[in-house]
């Protein structure tokens, strides 16, 4: 199977969204007074492309795409590790800012991968049925409606295994009902962008992909 620049592009950046947004979400933020990740910024691209790629080359695709975002952060995350565990130079001091800032505990690293997993195929999922059920119209609700979808299981999953036992209950909710409405809206926001891109995309590549009969099994990347 050949697949264009256009297509290799795509997947290159939703990697690269989803591997920033991994490290940079050790930093705080607070904006207008919400306490966020500094990872709010590029997170929520992840699932725009996420969209993109299921919209118009379909479930399978996206598929794909998304077991190879899973594959190359754990190959960074291994690497953090390794860089980690061996002996610093004598001379050098930032030993423990590095252990600091990428040496995530194997709770948090659990909880991010799960939730990656399961917010990114149920997105995925919600937008393929949905782009079935409606013919093909309405792009905007399908966007919209399969980021609430994914992006509250991602926020829910995560935060609550990371956190749970270390957080009062009802700061744990508020983090979870905070990170889900700021990602929808920024999902939200960009949907004049999302527009741009599916059609350019749809126009330039000769694609529209409605996934009629396949299976939405996450495992069956041989469909």
């Known amino acids: 199977m050949t697949y264009s620049f256009r297509f290799i592009t795509l997947v290159a950046l939703f990697i690269t969204c989803l591997i920033a947004a991994n490290i940079t979400a050790v930093k705080l933020i607070s904006v207008f007074g919400l306490l966020l990740p500094a990872a709010i910024v590029i997170f929520p691209v992840s699932y725009i492309l996420g969209d993109v790629l299921t919209e118009v080359y379909g479930f399978r695709q996206a598929r794909r795409v998304i077991w190879l975002g899973f594959l190359c952060n754990l190959i960074v995350v291994a690497a953090i590790w390794v860089g980690l565990v061996l002996p610093a130079a004598s001379f050098w001091d930032g030993q423990e800012a590095y252990q600091r800032i990428l040496g995530a505990t194997p709770r948090i690293l659990g909880a991010s991968f799960l939730a990656y997993l399961v917010g990114e195929f149920a997105n995925a999922f919600v937008l393929a049925k949905m782009k079935v059920a409606t013919e093909g119209r309405w792009l905007w609700a399908r966007t919209i409606g399969s980021t609430l979808v994914g992006q509250g299981l991602d926020s829910t999953i995560f935060i ?38 599916v059609g350019y995309l749809k126009r330039s590549e000769g694609v529209d992909v409605y996934d009629r009969d396949i299976r939405f099994s996450p495992l069956a990347l041989s469909d």
């Open 160 to 197: 609550t295994l990371a956190f749970a036992g270390v957080i009062p209950l009802d700061a744990l909710v508020a983090m979870i009902v905070t990170q889900w409405l700021v990602k929808s809206a920024y999902e939200a926001a960009a949907t004049p962008l999302t527009y741009a891109v």
